[in-house]
């Protein structure tokens, strides 16, 4: 006689919690899988590209002369300001109505790197006899010439002058002048001659000495 099988209720309750078990395992791996997923899909590759800028001052110096074929130098302050050579002998021993002339060239040194333009900025005076105030009794007038040009009276004539001061404390219709840099960082730029005009107006005062200093100032383009 054959045995039929047959399964009691307490083990077809086990084999039910035994299925769960691993149906829920296998919930729990698959979400695992998933989560592990998830993370690799938010991992994006990046990369970064840097550039930079390199950033030079370049070189500016105005420099002068009294001379055309002389040394040049900067004469930044006052105290290193040369000395005009006006002509001899009305320089020293002026009287009203008199005129005088002085030359003085001015260009951008070598290694200068940028054009320039230049002016008169400022004009002063130092009267050094008490009483003899002829600061105010000299009027002037500069002017912008050809280095080869001669600063006198038929240099100047028809030309137009770059500053006037109706005493050697002021400055009037200051105009600019432009200045060129030279051809290669060892060649000076061109050279300017600037005239200056020295006249004596009536009130000029006997035995003064009067120090007059102008500042040209010169702008990169």
Not at 65 to 73: I, K
Request: hydrophobic share 40%; glycine share 10%.
């Amino acid at each position: 006689m054959t045995e039929s099988s047959s399964t009691t209720p307490a083990e077809t309750a086990a084999v039910s919690r035994t299925s769960k078990r691993k149906a829920v395992r296998a919930v729990l791996a698959g979400g695992l899988v998933l989560g592990i997923g998830a993370a690799v899909t938010l991992a994006a590759w990046n990369d970064s590209e840097f550039v930079q800028g390199i950033f030079g001052s370049g070189k500016f110096d105005l420099e002068g002369s009294l001379t055309a074929g002389g040394t040049y130098a900067s004469h930044a302050t006052a105290g290193a300001a040369p000395t005009l050579a006006f002509t001899a002998p009305l320089a020293s021993n002026l009287s009203p109505g008199n005129v005088t002339y002085a030359p003085y060239f001015v260009r951008l040194a070598a290694g200068t790197t940028t054009d320039a333009s230049a002016r008169i900025a400022n004009a002063s005076a130092t009267d050094s006899v008490s009483g003899a105030a002829n600061a105010a009794n000299l009027t002037y007038s500069v002017y912008n010439l050809a280095p080869t040009a001669t600063c006198n009276a038929a240099g100047v004539t028809s030309q137009t002058p770059i500053a006037t001061g109706t005493n050697l404390t002021s400055v009037s219709g200051a105009t600019d002048i432009t200045l060129t840099k030279g051809a290669d960082a060892s060649t000076a730029g061109g050279s300017r001659l600037l005239c200056f005009v020295v006249t004596a107006a009536p009130g000029l005062v006997q035995g003064g000495t009067t120090t007059a200093t102008w500042q040209i100032t010169a702008t990169s383009l």
